[in-house]
T-cell receptor
Framework: AQKVTQAQTEISVVEKEDVTLDCVYE???????LFWYKQPPSGELVFLIR??????QNEISGRYSWNFQKSTSSFNFTITASQVVDSAVYFC????????????FGKGTKLTVNP | EPEVTQTPSHQVTQMGQEVILRCVPI?????FYWYRQILGQKVEFLVS????????KSEIFDDQFSVERPDGSNFTLKIRSTKLEDSAMYFC???????????????FGDGTRLSIL
């Protein structure tokens, strides 16, 4: 069965520091997609990125970047020059096996960026 | 930008009462979902709905739960006889199937916080 592990429960950094959030996954599917979502203190879930297993190129979007390593089943998320507004819980997610649309979420990493 | 809207934002209900959570998915989306998040825990899948029927459900989604798309815009989650452990944030989401590319991003509403007393 699919499994998503976010080993870092909480991370605290000072503004402008770079921070990497780890995500390790397990799947028996040969092709699959991976997702990151952000949950700010207000509680909503905000989609950040969808990545397919065919493409191992790093993705960059502004201060956000994602490193996908199929060999280690990891999909890590880096925030460069962190800001207070980045404070949130970040979830990594993977669809359930066999083409299911059901998302399996990790337990999340709570990031606190201090001024 | 189109978004998923959920009402109410907070629902307080006595144990044993029925509750209906409402959602308006993004208009051109065809897949609809409900997830829940017990306070401080991870987000858990409840049910997915496509082509006017349940396409998948989790073990959490027992006979006390039901979903309905009563018209062309709303998608509801009903809990028939609420229990204390149903207290959670309930998220509605929708996605565009985007065939032949599966697993399009699911866009979530702001959630309904359900408190069972």
């Amino acid at each position: 069965a699919q499994k998503v592990t976010q080993a870092q429960t909480e991370i605290s950094v000072v503004e402008k520091e770079d921070v990497t959030l780890d995500c390790v996954y397990e799947t028996r599917d040969t092709t699959y997609y991976l997702f990151w979502y952000k949950q700010p203190p207000s509680g909503e879930l905000v989609f950040l990125i969808r990545r397919n297993s065919f493409d191992e190129q790093n993705e960059i979007s502004g201060r956000y970047s994602w490193n996908f390593q199929k060999s280690t089943s990891s999909f890590n998320f880096t925030i460069t020059a962190s800001q207070v507004v980045d404070s949130a819980v970040y979830f990594c997610a993977l669809p359930s096996e066999g083409g299911s649309e059901k998302l399996v979420f990790g337990k999340g990493t709570k990031l606190t960026v201090n001024p | 930008e189109p978004e998923v809207t959920q009402t109410p934002s907070h629902q307080v209900t006595q144990m044993g009462q029925e509750v209906i959570l409402r959602c308006v998915p993004i208009s051109n989306h065809l897949y609809f979902y409900w997830y829940r998040q017990i306070l401080g825990q991870k987000v858990e899948f409840l049910v997915s709905f496509y082509n006017n029927e349940i396409s998948e459900k989790s073990e959490i989604f027992d006979d006390q739960f039901s979903v309905e798309r009563p018209d062309g815009s709303n998608f509801t989650l009903k809990i028939r006889s609420t229990k204390l452990e149903d207290s959670a944030m309930y998220f509605c989401a929708s996605s565009d199937p985007g065939s032949p590319n599966p697993n399009q991003p699911q866009h979530f509403g702001d959630g309904t916080r359900l408190s069972i007393l």
